[in-house]
């Protein structure tokens, strides 16, 4: 009998999935309180129904891939799909549309690929982008700070409340991107700017961002894919700052406390599936994504581009697998591609 040859040295840990899968879940609680204290109860309402949504669809479709539905959904990756797209969703977006963005992350974004870790896209991403595309309107509609009750969320989200006036303006991010004829200090006067980023999302920003130190910290990733996004956005954020002019896109502090940063930052650009695998690769990967990101917000078409730059580096990721590929053990260079007679 042939016996296989496996390359070493090995590692073992006690990281099993359904243990990381809930690590996560814990480290977006920070983020989920922040959301929940400036917007109201939007943000548990959504929760609660997106990972109802998740798990359904993925029983759903494991029963039609004759797998076993327990052993699937006990694993918690459906879970964190689900938590992180109603994380990214406005606080208050109908219920058919979370419908849609979350069926269609597990069903085209994992299941159709065989399921988890064979996904070449980020799920969530993915179901992000394909109802930011088609239901703008909807996508764009975020409230202003204020205090909402459950009840009211419930009837504001399945469609029993009519918006009331003001309920949601334009978030620092799209003012940034609108301003032609404001200095910043005139533009900072809009109540959708706080002290340094957007009224609301800079708390929510530093509040994904304790828990992305978290995780770090549990060593559910390495610091390479955070660190290679948020400085790829600091400095091209840097390079064209035109400091107080009308012409300004927005100082460092302000990228990076602003719109999805932190978020995609700490729990989307970590994702080992879709992501670059060596620590080259993930600094590479991050880097791609905040630089990205960036041209999105400064001269795209919309005020933040953290999924499109997620997906569009998940395309790339195989390249830089292979022009990154670590020294393999026991010998002096990497061997990258394929030899004849390999």
């Known amino acids: ?28 609680l920070p983020g989920v309180a922040a959301l929940t204290w400036q917007y109201g109860a939007g943000t548990l309402i959504n929760l609660a129904w997106a990972s109802l949504v998740a798990l359904g669809t993925e029983a759903l479709l494991l029963r039609l891939r004759e797998r076993p539905v327990g ?34 992350a597990i069903g085209f974004g994992k299941q159709l690929y065989g399921g988890l870790g064979q996904n070449p896209f980020n799920p969530a991403m993915l179901g992000y982008v394909v109802v930011l595309i088609s239901f703008p309107v909807e996508m764009t509609s975020w409230p202003v700070p ?36 404001l200095t910043v200090e005139e533009l ?46 600091s400095i091209m954020s840097l390079l064209f700052w035109n400091g107080s002019g009308s012409d300004s896109n927005g100082s460092p502090l302000f990228h990076l406390l602003s719109g999805a940063t932190m978020l995609g930052a700490f729990f989307i650009v970590t994702d080992p599936v879709s992501s670059a695998t060596s620590q080259l690769g993930r600094l590479v990967f991050g ?18 581009g953290v999924a499109f730059a997620v997906l569009l580096m998940n395309l790339a990721a195989p390249t830089i697998d292979y022009y990154t590929r670590p020294r393999t053990y026991g010998h002096e260079k990497a061997s990258r591609g394929m030899r004849m007679g390999d």
């Open 1 to 28: 009998m042939a016996l296989p040859r496996i390359t070493s040295p090995h590692a073992k840990g006690a990281n099993r999935t359904q243990r990381v899968m809930l690590l996560v879940l814990a480290a977006t």
């Open 287 to 304: 880097l791609g994504v905040g630089i990205i990101v960036y041209v999105i917000r400064a001269w795209g078409g919309y005020p933040d």
């Open 188 to 233: 900072w006067q809009n109540p959708a700017f706080g002290h340094f980023g957007g009224i609301g999302s800079e708390v929510v920003n530093l509040a994904f961002l304790a828990g992305g130190l978290f995780m770090l910290h549990k060593r559910l990733f390495s610091w390479h894919a955070p660190i290679g996004m948020l400085a790829g956005l």
């Open 71 to 104: 052993f699937f959904l006990q694993d918690g990756s459906a879970l964190v799909t689900a938590v992180l797209l109603a994380l990214a969703l406005p606080p208050y977006a109908p219920w058919w549309l979370t419908l849609i963005a979350v069926s269609f």
């Open 146 to 181: 204020h205090a909402v009750g459950i009840a009211d969320g419930f009837k504001q989200i399945f469609g029993l409340n009519v918006l009331p006036d003001g309920w949601s303006r334009p978030t620092a991010l799209d003012a940034m991107k609108m301003n032609h004829s």
